[in-house]
């Protein structure tokens, strides 16, 4: 099924990659954003299916961006796409109700994850 989706990250490369890879498994991008107010901003403009964030920006984090973006919308899907391990991430993620936590990179996974979705 076709989602559409917020792609937030920080580096313009993940950013294309990511867009290639889901668009090419069919789905629609309706925003690329480059850090947290950005994805907020976005979010509210566009209300995607599903948001695909990074946790590591400048500014905002994706986690305050995550806890903004649940406040306007508690339903909102959004699914951590990060490289780095961060020290207490789980702790810090654990109260938000995130869908995934997929290594970046791993775009197999993404697809499974969104698949799996209804």
Not at 2 to 17: A, E, Q, Y
Not at 37 to 56: G, N, S
Request: hydrophobic share 45%.
């Amino acid at each position: 099924m076709t989602k559409r989706i917020l792609i937030v990250d920080d580096s313009n490369f993940m950013r294309h990659r990511i867009v290639q890879c889901l668009t090419k498994a069919g789905h629609r991008i309706v925003g690329k954003a480059k850090d947290g107010d950005e994805a907020v901003d976005l979010y509210r403009d566009t209300q995607p299916d599903v948001v695909t964030m990074d946790i590591t920006m400048r500014g905002k984090d994706g986690i305050a961006a995550a806890r903004e973006i649940l406040a306007m919308n508690p339903e909102a899907t959004i699914i951590f796409y990060t490289l780095l391990e961060i020290p207490n991430m789980a702790e810090r993620i654990q109260k938000l109700p995130i869908k995934k936590v997929i290594k970046k990179g791993d775009e197999e996974d993404l697809l499974r994850t969104l698949a799996a979705m209804a």
